[in-house]
């Protein structure tokens, strides 16, 4: 296997309250003041080849966005760190701030993400005039290759981003981010806001660039389907953790975790080769909120498997097969390595 | 066959705004029997939500309804004064809309609200609206309902509020639900929850209930018959299951074939060319002509619907029917 290209090392985001004296006085006197700091993202760590697409899947609050913000180096986290062949993408203190400009960021909303007094050229060029990507005069030819590349034609650069429907301002913002020459992007929910037409275009544009810039990808998704057609490999989130990752067929075929499988089930499925068009089961209770995450596995009260350790105990990544490894007291390891609180 | 429940014909919604005449809804046909559940596929703009906010009566201006007929049982809803219109509204129609943030009143109890539902169509002690509200939270499955009632709307999860939502359209038990994208804000293992309970409701009470939906996958879970709309009109409607598997119309095909499990992973997936198009410009003749392979000149002229048993298309060069 090659040298890991992205790093993760046990990063965690908690979140606390921004308290005013006010709530600070009212929690001394009783008040029901939120004390309690939002545990977002929890000991997560990753690693990624280069070359390679991650998919980041779980249900909102799970932490996705929250642990694709830190890779892209927009959100520190408050432990652990993140590094680009061992060069950290934040760095500083009080605030710490970006160092890279290797790894981009895609938003969900297209319509939130552009600015839209900014003409769709000076949006594009605005990065890389800055980071001498680019020279001033050299602008609008660079600025037009990378809207030929995302499939717009190179007007679009005069025009603002009203003049322009969603899966175009998703193009948009897939240049601007392309303009950066990037080697990593990371993406939250690109399709998520498209029609189901428009979708597969901008997936297709996606894969066609992996391959052309041979770029990696953190691709974050609560869609099952989106993800797996374009990874390679997938985490499942719950709770601010990973529970399972794998190769994006083995995670589809041979779910380990009992979230992971119930997640897969719970989502219609168009099977159109049986008499039975659609099938799906949905997964007892709700997500519990971060703000107190059960003790145990996080999943234990959702989990028709549950065992008394499951309450008490966290359970530890165990291979379970290649390159495949989930959480989860109840599953036979096949290298399973001992440790003080799994016993 | 008995007599629709609900019988809509040549359904024309249009709105008149200065960049001229939208036609949102333009010549919509169907029926709906009693306790049916009829999904309503579309794009953003192909006029699903305005058919069901029609139903409703709930067209506000520059919109108005311009023609056809929308009769409930024998009642024809289209031209009837507002005070008839209010009064059959969550007695025998009832609506579910997207968001249940804006759809519930924030400062006032679940159940507050609930009994204004109850008290605006027939006098009930609030004793008894308690009990009623009560049993239908139940019935929609929020657990330990009779002490959640007094529960303001953000102490809810989203999954939860639109089970609120959901109960709400089901107090007066109405013939009929229109559910306009009520899973979408939800994830899926909450949207999954929902479809299933839905499903046992619609069984259980007999209320017919009409999904409108982007997604084909969620209305093929829940509906036994679907119409797809492009821009405005009913292109293909049937069975669920003989629409899904063998499409006449190249855009329902298009549809199916665009979504990623009809590829394997990574490999292109097949796309509709272009965008849908704006109401305010639309193409001439068919108006996914744009955009389809298979379009000729027949195709500046639009196309009549097409019946053949339970199913119907608009189209000139449907796909070829399965060898059987």
């Known amino acids: ?343 | 066959m008995s007599a629709p429940l609900l019988r809509v014909r040549d359904l024309a919604t249009h709105f008149f705004t200065r960049a001229g005449v939208l036609k949102a809804v333009d010549g919509v046909s169907f029926d709906l029997s009693a306790g049916e559940i009829l999904g309503l596929v579309g794009e953003s703009g192909s006029g699903k939500s305005v058919t069901g906010y029609s139903l409703l009566g709930l067209i506000d201006p520059p919109g108005r309804i311009v023609a056809g007929s929308i009769r409930l049982h024998d009642q024809e809803l289209i031209g009837l004064p507002p005070a008839a219109l209010r009064d059959l509204r969550g007695r025998r129609l009832a609506m579910v809309f997207q968001d249940p943030m804006t759809t519930l009143n924030p400062v006032l109890t679940i159940a507050a609200q609930m009994q204004l539902a109850l008290g605006a169509h027939e006098r009930v002690s609030a004793r008894a609206g308690r009990a009623r509200a009560a049993d239908v939270l139940t019935r929609v499955g929020i657990p330990d309902a009779a002490r959640r009632l007094d529960a303001y709307p953000h102490q809810f999860s989203g999954g939860m509020r639109q089970r609120v939502a959901i109960a709400v359209a089901l107090l007066n038990r109405p013939d009929v639900i229109v559910a306009d994208e009520p899973t979408t804000a939800l994830d899926v293992s909450i949207q999954a929850q929902i479809l299933a309970e839905m499903k046992a409701l619609v069984r259980d009470l007999g209320t017919a209930l009409i999904w409108i939906s982007h997604d084909l996958a969620v209305v093929s879970a829940l509906a036994s018959r679907i119409l797809v709309m492009y821009a405005g009109r009913i292109v293909e409607q049937g069975p669920t299951a003989t629409v899904l598997r063998a499409p006449r119309h190249p855009y329902t095909g298009g549809l199916l074939d665009s979504l990623p499990s009809r590829a394997a992973p990574g490999q292109t997936l097949q796309q509709i060319p272009g965008l849908p198009p704006t109401l305010a410009a639309l193409p001439a003749g068919c108006a996914f002509h744009p955009r389809c392979a298979r379009a000729d000149v027949a195709c500046q002229v639009a196309p009549e619907t097409t019946l053949a048993g339970t199913r119907g298309w608009r189209c000139h060069h449907p796909l070829a029917e399965p060898a059987p």
């Open chain 1, 1 to 343: 296997m090659n040298a890991p290209f992205i790093t993760v090392t046990s990063v965690s985001k908690h979140f606390d309250p921004q308290l005013s004296l006010g709530d600070h006085i009212a929690g001394v006197l009783g008040g029901a003041v939120e004390t309690r700091a939002v545990r977002a993202v929890q000991d997560v760590s990753l690693e990624l080849v280069r070359g390679e697409v991650l998919g980041l899947v779980g249900e909102s609050g799970c932490g996705k966005s929250t642990l694709g913000r830190m890779i892209a180096g927009i959100l520190p986290p408050t432990a652990g760190a993140v590094a680009i062949e061992g060069a950290p993408v934040m760095a500083g203190r009080r605030p710490a701030r970006k160092r890279t400009t290797r790894v981009q960021m895609i938003f969900q909303d297209p319509y939130a993400s552009l600015d839209p007094r900014m003409r769709v050229g000076d949006a594009l060029a605005e990065g890389p005039i800055v980071h001498r990507l680019v020279s001033r005069a050299a602008a609008p030819a660079y600025v037009a290759g990378w809207l030929r590349k995302v499939g717009l034609a190179a007007d679009a650069a005069q025009r603002y981003p009203h003049q322009f429907s969603g899966g175009q301002r998703q193009r948009i913002a897939i240049a601007r981010a392309l303009a950066m020459q990037p080697d990593v992007l990371v993406c939250d929910e690109p399709v998520a806001s498209l029609d189901v037409s428009i979708q597969a275009q901008v997936l297709n544009l996606f894969l066609a660039l992996r391959h052309e810039l041979a770029l990696t990808m953190v691709f974050i998704s609560h869609h099952l389907g989106v993800v797996r057609h374009v990874s390679d490999r997938v985490a499942i989130m719950y709770l601010g953790r990973i529970v399972e990752i794998g190769p994006a067929d083995a995670i589809y075929t041979h779910p380990q975790h009992p979230y992971t499988q119930a997640l897969l089930q719970s989502v219609p499925q168009l099977t159109l080769t049986e008499d039975v068009v659609t099938s799906f089961k949905p997964i007892d209770g709700e997500l519990p909120s971060p703000l107190a995450p059960p003790p145990g596995c996080a999943f234990h009260q959702r989990c028709a498997l549950a065992e008394p350790r499951c309450r008490q105990q966290v359970p530890l990544m165990r291979d379970v097969g290649r390159q495949h490894a989930a959480a989860c007291h109840l599953l036979p390891a096949s290298t399973d390595v001992p440790s003080a609180s799994a016993r």
